[in-house]
Each structure stands twice: as structure tokens, then as C-alpha cells.
């Protein structure tokens, strides 16, 4: 890989990024200011807007942002139409679950690492590799449906929104980074690029 390209490469992570935190930043500074309706409301344009910019950038349709964006629009409209926030608040736990689900069912019903197709262009695997990855990604969506049960049930719409930017995300990036040493580990090549440096 060149260093044009990584830098390429580097930029298009960071972009992805801003993509998924910036909806979330625009409903947590409007629900300051004008309540949890408008910060929903917020929310569902700059997730519309978001949407065909990830596709302009990945060239593709990317899966899972698509998913979460549709129960954004979806969620977001029943709790603007039936002024009722449990809808947003939702949300995250039922497409949470609903990747556990998809994801673990493939690996108990059809032997089949469903994270392989969705990211298989960035990594490449061993079949045991994209087994275990697909497994503690299963596991991790659940915690995270867990965490929002929690931060819903339990506190104020506000700490609630906040919880979103500042504990789930957080812990999905160091989720993420977690598991650098099974891509190390797993990775199926000798291009390695998380060998470097070891």
C-alpha cells in the first residue's frame, strides 16, 4: 500500500466518522435548545443527508449505516407524529439487537460469519478469523442494547442523548480497536497491515 493511499484511506475513515457522529452531535445541540421533538427532528435530516454522502464516499450502499438510518427515519417520525419520545429512545436497543441477532443467527444456523460480506473489501480473514470476529461483534451489539436500555430507563432524556456521544460511541471505537490484535492475529496474507511495527 502506498502512502498516497493510506492517506486516502485515512481520510475516508475520518470522514466516515464525522458521518455517524454528526447527526448525533446536531441532536444533542438541538434537544438543548429547543427540546427532544426538534433535536429528533434535527436528527432525521442530517441522518437523510448523511445517507447518500456515505454512499458517495463508499461507492456503495454501506449496510449497517443504511439500517440504522432507515429506524432513524422511521422511529424519529413516529415520535414527532405521536409526541412521544419512547420511539427515539427505542431505537438503538431494537437495531442493536436486531444486528446481534442477524449476526449470531448466521453463525448458529447457517455456520456463516455475516461480518465477512459487509466488511470483507477492508479485511481479509481466515474463515476462523471472521468467525470470532462476527461472534464478539454479536455479543458487543447486545451490550450496547443493554447500555441503552439502561441510560433510557434510568435518567433524563438529556444524560440519555449525551450517553449516546460520549459512552456508546466511545465504546464502540474502543471496541473496535480492541480487536486489532485478532485482525493481526487472523489476517490471511502475508500484507499484513497490522504487522507493522511488530
Do not use: H
Not at 427532528?41 to 438510518?69: H, N, Q, S
Not at 413516529?78 to 439487537?97: G, M, R, S
Not at 462476527?134 to 432524556?157: C, D, I, K, S
Not at 474502543?174 to 500484507?191: E, H, S, T
Amino acid at each position: 500500500m502506498t502512502e498516497k493511499t493510506e492517506e486516502q484511506g485515512g481520510m475516508r475513515r475520518f470522514y466516515a466518522t464525522a458521518l455517524e457522529l454528526g447527526p448525533l452531535v446536531l441532536f444533542f445541540i438541538a434537544n438543548g435548545r429547543w427540546g427532544i421533538y426538534w433535536g429528533t427532528g434535527i436528527f432525521i435530516v442530517a441522518t437523510a443527508i448523511a445517507l447518500p454522502c456515505y454512499r458517495w464516499l463508499e461507492k456503495r450502499w454501506p449496510v449497517m449505516p443504511l439500517v440504522g438510518g432507515f429506524f432513524v427515519l422511521v422511529f424519529g417520525g413516529l415520535t414527532i407524529w405521536l409526541q412521544d419520545d419512547t420511539f427515539i429512545k427505542l431505537k438503538p436497543t431494537i437495531v442493536n439487537c436486531l444486528f446481534g441477532t442477524i449476526l449470531g443467527g448466521g453463525l448458529l444456523l447457517f455456520r456463516r460469519p455475516l461480518l465477512k460480506p459487509l466488511f470483507g473489501t477492508a479485511f481479509r480473514l481466515t474463515d476462523e478469523g471472521w468467525r470470532k470476529l462476527t461472534l464478539r461483534w454479536t455479543l458487543f451489539f447486545f451490550v450496547l442494547a443493554a447500555v441503552n436500555e439502561v441510560m433510557w430507563r434510568g435518567f433524563t432524556t438529556d444524560t440519555w442523548i449525551a450517553s449516546k456521544m460520549f459512552l456508546s460511541f466511545p465504546l464502540t471505537l474502543v471496541f473496535a480497536f480492541l480487536q486489532v490484535p485478532l485482525l493481526k492475529r487472523y489476517w490471511d496474507g502475508a500484507d499484513n497491515p497490522f504487522a507493522r511495527g511488530s
